[in-house]
């Protein structure tokens, strides 16, 4: 059969412009769990969301009504590319917590913390570069190295978070071959997607082995206050300045639509960040980092971030309970913080393949594979328990739990899915959610 | 003499790491602007900054206020890459005035217009490739096509705007010698810093150049609104559907500190853009997006555009007498719209050497040549008339006046200032507001 409307060039008359990168673009798993999440009555497992629910709406609608009337005229001017003064003073405190100590000059405000690893990857990264990750490691993160074309390796973890050995063997084979090792990216505590935590005695050993490479490291911390064991873990921004870029945010402790979000680094760096920022967007949102301010300043928001610890431990405790009676086949750490479990299905399930089936049950997850650069993850999912309620997680992990059981009996009888030719028996057609 | 401080290499211990396109990141102009535009004592000319105190604060602060406590759940929580249908939707009616007729789905919204030019740069531009500009054009603009490591052609404008012929006779050069043309960079409409506007019988002749040789145009297009003459201007992209990306944004119309922009594009782009908005920021902020369209619902927003644009006329009139009376060697074209005068200064004088002489004289501008992506513009200066009341731009006009009029005796007596040993006489010596 004549294939009659050729992709591309028919449809987009400017296929032939675009630069090199774009080639790279791909509908991002991200935007896809999204649209299959926005279905009231899918049980969503699959997003990152905060739970703002437990904000108190009332409190913060007052609070900025006041900003507006008493500093409107300049929350609502164009502001400075490194943000605002008097936020990144009052962020060392917010820092403080895990132990670091920074000047409010080496800060940088961005939209959200995702800008803020954009600039990172625009000052650093030219095509081919690498760039070493956990395995695995978070969707955002490789979705920007990918657009900088630059080569993601992963290094093997373990319930304790990077193993040392492991990044030792990986940065010594790396240079062997000739390799621009960038920075190391990792998602230190409470990771996501895998809910673990560098274990203390690793910390100082994964820096030392940077710091004696020459090997940058880039720390994403948009849980540490988000732990459940009553501790935070040091920031590893706090025990080696130089060698740290510490990327930070309002997302999870307040509020993912203000999208405000920091970077610390290094002065030199810093300075390159703040240009970086301007090209991007001249300055950051003056409003949004001015609520950010006055909800650091007149709500008790130690209280609040306390209070999303105690829901989202809860929300564990439920996801854990439901996951042992329901769907004893799925091997996983206890999460000591943030918001996701990470699962591992027995061997032959293709989480991927799954997806369609488990929207049709009425339950989305984020499959495993968008955490990894290298195919790998087919096993795995990412489910996430801080914004649906625990009456729901244990609906949507009963689902999920059905679907997996029909899988393991379809593989019994007709073994694995072939993603080749994408089918194995005749499958249940159903519209596609569109998960690339 | 030795130099006890080698820049970089000392003082940055990642100077090795960083990408390619770091190196061609320099201060930027305009961060300078702000820094000197900020001390009170000086009157500043150099800025771009709305007239955000015509805004009627108390009920923008109410409806902020109202809009949490409907629709806090949404408005402060992550939302789509692509940004607010609603909002989207209202956008229509904005661009209508131009004769725009879009449709929502070919909309992304971005933070801030500088943010969708960044997309744009980002899908389009690899290396070396060439973006055609205006002479002069937006130094924002220059900023983002340098980071990407872009060459910017100008091409030469009259006060109708672009010359088409010229336009013609660049690209037909720059493709004889297998340049690659990415696309035509252009401010149409009450163009920065020029304050021109192309001629209605200019714009199908600008499009059908461009269609013709391929090449996409880029209209940025933040003043649009803000036209003295009682009319508007069709937009480029009411004319060429398919050829052209329109840049619009909240800054001018409502509030520059809200960070909300937007680019319409052909359908293919616009996925693309979509796809580099995710990786560069996930997704705008949904709490901005949600102000914005409150202020579209809620409040007479063409009433306040209105006043904008009496206020802005009223004001640059004032800087249009104070010039004619005080500066009577400067040479410019009466802004239709905008913000801003473009002057030239009689040959010999450069503005960039001035502008220290200037600050201590309390009067602030932006140097013509960083209008320009070659270093021409030197005897030409920015005059922003939007910010400063007309009491301000008079007394601003006549301290600026004082240093032309000694620079002009200087150069009498002593010839023009020397660029490569940054000296001609002995000058007065005081702390350089940091312009590169």
New interface residues.
Partial sequence: MTDQHPV?SR?????E??????AG????E??AL?AVASRPEVVSLA????N??A?P??L???T???L??DQ??????????QGDERLRDQLLEVMALEGLDAHPDDIVMT??S??AL?LVA?????PR?VVIAESPSYV?AL??F???EADVVHVPCDADGLVPEALEEHITRLLAEGRRI??LYTVPTFQNPAGTALFDDRRPRVLEICRRHGI?VVEDNPYGLLGFEGRTYPALKSMDA?GVIYLGTF?KIF?????VGWAVA????RE?L???N???????????QA?ASRYLSEIDWQAQTASYRALYQERRDAMADALRSLLPQARWNLPRGGLFFWIELPEGLDTKAMLPLAVKELVAYAPGTGFYADGTGRRNARLNFSYPTSERIHEGVRRFATVVEREQELLETFGPYDDSTRSRARRVLLPSPDVS
């Fill in positions: 591309g449809l987009d008359p400017w296929i412009s675009y630069a090199a990168r774009t673009m791909k509908v991002s991200i935007r999204f997003g990152g969301m905060p703002i629910g904000l709406m009332e913060v609608g007052d900025v009504q006041r507006l009337l409107g005229l300049t929350a609502l001017q164009y502001s400075s590319g939209t959200g995702q800008q954009d625009r000052v650093f990264l030219d570069d955002g979705g920007v990918a657009a900088y960038k920075f940058l130089d997302s509020a993912a639509g203000l999208r290094p002065h030199a760096v390159k703040v240009l970086a301007e090209a991007a967007i001249l300055c950051p949102s003056a409003f949004t609520v």
